[in-house]
């Protein structure tokens, strides 16, 4: 602790304490808002509190210690999704926002996120061909204030409480322990914990309609922008043709995952997520899907974009760029070069906006992007010669014969603005046109006559052009089944029958569905459609969407209910019945691992998975047992497996026999990358007393890699900080 003069601690009248672990302390140099998750300036906003301009980010977590986590993110969310209190200090009051990072190593890379998503790539030599494109941005950006377009370091000054950033003036602020600790005049008046406990939850959520799917179908989690108190920033999902669940979702709002499970979609129903750019409002859901969604994502979009995205994400996770790359699959889509992907193909022009953006087309879907479209003002760009010769010609008709043109219209200089000549110009392109972007949902005067063609997309509509298609109810309830890593494991044939015996049940908002410590019925569940909220020992620890399954430890070993489930929203549940669930728990030999999940509870990162996804991992583990001296593996071999330390210890020598490492701890994983990567083993293991390891086969780690990504990464930052201490690289 600090020397200062000993003076009573906290005034709680000096911190204001806000949803998602936010908190605003006030100060003598002004209040500072501790923890900046997304849509923090929406909640200020709302309760009509003055957007501060000192922002305190959290510590770094390390890589591995907790599922999803790394550097400034917490279970997908990132802390530091700062830009629009940027916008709103600098753009709507003139004000530069100082902004307070632990160390100078989170600063660097705060600024280099900043850098990307205000700026874009700030390097020509990063656009090759497309170098004009830079030019362009400028001048869309271009602030006349300034002469020039705003660079990071206009809107905010980025410092670190290593570096003596803390220091205020007549106000210090340092970190001691695992507080943040306020000084004024050498005495304590403030302090806020850095520990991010706290399950992040979004402000609202889309009204979920009922999908009456036709020949295409768009589903907006979204329509708005990143100042609208009451929206979602614009995200949708779009159902190309008959097939009946898998879906595109283009852009990523904030707090995705709970957005979607409210709308009855799970993550392994999106086929691909379409990124336009790198704009907080459209990127704010992607680490969360990626880290924490229960299918691999593969990323659409164009090369710039691409390599950006890797620089923000590298820099947000303070992780190594090769790293990052293994988290997801990029799926390359440059204006010019189609992209045939399933059957379908997807085409692009970049967008004119203020950094890299991509407009794109597939299925009869046109999205614009966040692309300003004014005609005229193309034509005034090409004299200046800002626009390239051609250049004009390919926005005007890129969106020629869509079915369903989806329009940024949030006006300002860097977005479409409604008037009845553009509405005219796009309803003219396409069969629908739908307006996003926007949270003003009137159409100007003299525009009356083209209402029938034009709608806006507020949160939860549903948009459905073509032939209705066959109700699909049965097969929607074998798809929730199949997006059930458990139940997954079941032959299809096997999840039609299964689906034709549950029964659906449904609560209404705040019902319990199940209490704590309730004796079981032997009923299991799967969430249909809604959100279910698990709460343990009165603590919210996580929301279950479409997909998860509920129930299944109190119905195999008997015993009490372990956890309270709410229902957050309508719920629709598929209840298994004892007569149902038994044999399927049989079939699976649920019971024979429930011991090995109780186990996996006390590695500490595992615990925060449900019961289901640790029950569904002891499925795959193979115990083994090695007597004292019993080599596991050797030197130079080919690895088919990844390993999990039981008990007992393992030796690591290398190609001269020489002793490295000693593994002793019990949870520790090892050995994956040889098996994940089809690499050498770079080590010798041998038990140095009895020993039991559980091993996973290379296919079960490659099915890790799919359902599990938040997993494998804890898992390689485990080897990261094995290499540290001189472990070798593949054995572990």
């Known amino acids: 602790m600090s020397s200062a003069t000993a003076q ?49 980010l959290p510590p770094d977590v390390p890589a591995g210690r907790e599922l999803g986590s790394s550097g400034f993110v917490r279970r997908g969310i990132n802390y530091a999704s700062v830009e629009f209190l940027l916008y709103s200090n600098y753009f709507v009051k003139g004000l530069k926002t100082l902004l307070v990072t632990v160390t100078a190593a989170q600063a660097q890379r705060l600024r280099a996120i900043l850098e990307e998503t205000i700026s874009g790539p700030v390097n020509p030599a990063l ?61 304590v008046v403030a302090q806020v914990s850095t520990r991010i406990a706290e399950v992040a939850l979004p402000m609202t959520l889309a009204p979920p309609r009922p999908l009456h799917r036709h020949e295409l179908t768009l589903q907006f989690i979204g329509g708005s922008d990143g100042f609208d108190p009451a929206g979602i920033t614009t995200c949708f999902l779009a159902y190309l043709g008959t097939s009946v669940h898998q879906t595109t979702l283009f852009d990523t709002a904030a707090y995705l995952l709970m957005r979607l499970g409210n709308l009855g979609v799970s993550p392994s129903h999106i086929s691909e997520v379409v990124l336009s750019h790198l704009h907080e409002d459209h990127l704010a859901g992607l680490p969360e899907l990626i880290l924490m969604g229960s299918r691999r994502v593969r990323v659409v979009t164009a090369e710039l974009i691409y390599q950006s995205l890797l620089r923000v994400l590298s820099a947000m996770l303070a992780l190594p760029i090769p790293e990052v790359a293994t988290l997801f699959d990029f799926c390359r889509l440059d204006p010019g070069v189609p992209l045939d992907l399933d059957g379908r193909r997807f085409e692009t022009i970049y967008a004119v906006h203020s950094i890299p953006t991509i407009a794109v087309r597939v299925g009869g879907v046109c999205y614009s992007g966040d692309m300003r479209y004014d005609e005229e003002w193309f034509a005034e760009l090409e004299q200046r010669g800002v626009l390239l010769p051609g250049r004009r010609e390919e926005l005007v008709r890129f969106a020629e014969g869509a079915t369903v043109l989806v329009q940024d219209v949030g006006g300002g200089t860097v977005h479409s603005t409604v008037t009845p ?16 972007h926007t949270s003003k949902h009137n159409l100007p005067l003299g525009s009356a006559d083209l209402a029938g063609q034009i709608e806006f997309a507020g949160s939860g509509v549903v948009v459905g052009i073509g032939a209705l298609l066959p109700d699909a109810t049965q097969i929607e309830v074998v798809e929730s089944i199949a997006a059930c890593p458990l139940f997954a494991r079941l032959p299809i044939s096997e999840r039609i029958a299964l689906a034709e015996q549950t029964e659906m049940v449904s609560w209404p908002d705040g019902a319990t569905i199940l209490r704590e410590g309730e004796h079981s019925d032997g009923c299991a569940y799967i969430v249909h459609s809604g959100l279910v909220q698990i709460e343990i020992g009165g603590t919210h620890v996580r929301v279950l969407g479409r997909g998860s399954s509920i129930g299944e430890r109190g119905a195999i070993m008997g015993e009490a209910r372990s956890s309270t489930m709410l229902a957050h929203g309508p719920v629709e549940l598929l209840r298994l019945s004892p007569e149902v669930f038994a044999p399927v728990a049989l079939r699976l030999g649920l019971a024979a691992v429930c011991q090995q999940a109780d186990w996996l509870a006390g590695v500490p990162v595992l615990c925060e998975l449900p019961w289901a996804s640790r029950l569904d991992l002891a499925l795959d583990f193979q115990p083994q047992q090695l007597v004292t001296g019993e ?9 088919y497996k990844g390993y999990i330390l039981v008990s007992g210890a393992l030796a690591f ?60 990464l804890y898992m390689r930052a485990v080897e990261a900080s094995h290499q540290q201490n001189s472990l070798p690289r593949t054995a572990v």
């Open 8 to 56: 009573p601690l906290s005034a709680p009248e000096r911190v204001s304490a806000l949803p998602n672990t936010v908190a605003v302390v006030a100060t003598g140099a002004g209040d500072v808002l501790v923890n900046c998750p997304p849509e923090t300036l929406k909640y200020l906003l709302a309760h009509g509190i003055t957007p501060p301009t000192i922002i305190l």
């Open 127 to 187: 656009y090759g061909a497309d170098l004009w494109l830079q030019g362009e941005c400028a001048a869309v950006s271009f602030f006349p204030p300034l002469g020039r377009a705003p660079r990071a370091e206009d809107l905010a000054e980025v410092v670190s409480l290593e570096g003596g950033g803390g220091d205020l003036g007549a106000v210090r602020i340092a970190l001691e322990d695992e507080q943040f600790v306020f000084y004024e005049d050498n005495a």
């Open 421 to 436: 000549r553009l509405l005219r110009a796009l309803t003219a392109k396409s069969q629908r046109l739908v307006l996003v």
């Open 631 to 639: 080599q596991l593996f050797a030197y130079g071999e080919a690895g």
């Open 653 to 712: 020598t290398d190609e001269t026999g020489a002793e490295i490492s000693l593994l002793y701890k019990a949870g520790e994983f090892f050995g994956a990358r040889s098996a994940l990567y089809s690499l050498p083993r770079s080590a010798t293991a041998r038990a140095v007393t009895t020993t039991t390891v559980w091993g996973l086969s290379a296919p079960t780690i490659e099915r890790l890699n799919m359902l599990y990504p938040h997993l494998l």
